[in-house]
């Protein structure tokens, strides 16, 4: 279980990750790879895993889902441009391993949406339930995704609803003198 200095820590970096986001001239392009194509650091069937996945543990509700605000592009351009060859070796393996676990009975790509939610849902459970993430790196997998939802704009403005500059600003106010106050 995370303390909530882990918690907090984690947080921190997401809303930090939003700025630097909207500090970058080319942050579209850094997510342009969408569900199915190939991407920089993903193949196109890991791109199809993680962009279902990632919709099955944040899905479109009455706020944006993962696909909606694409965070298989986003945690593409992660792997491409800030993780270290160790991260991304793990991950690579990660995910071959959330794969086979998921595809037990058959092609988990290929189960309908009912199915699908059941396997991952079963997954989960088994991951927090253990001491360790001894499944794969589920749990990291499953971090990744959440923290790279509300990284994106979307995941930010609409989900948390997070405001460049909370308030009412007015450029002329009058300033008065206070004296006798």
Known sequence: MKTRREFLRELIISVGGVSALSACGDAPAFVATMAGEPGRFYTAEEMELVSRLSELIIPHTETPGALDVNVSGYMDGLMTDWASEETRTAHRQALAEIERRLS??????????????????????????????????????????????????????????????????????????????
């Open 104 to 181: 037990a009975d058959g092609s988990f790509l290929a189960l309908d949406e009912v199915a699908a939610e059941q396997v991952l849902a079963d997954l989960d459970r088994s991951a927090f339930a253990e001491a360790a993430d001894e499944l794969g790196g589920y749990r990291s997998f499953k971090g990744y995704v959440t923290r790279s939802y509300f990284a994106t704009e979307g995941g930010a403005r609409e989900e948390q609803q997070w405001v460049a500059v909370p308030g009412r600003w007015d450029p002329d106010v009058l300033v008065t003198d206070r004296q006798g106050v």
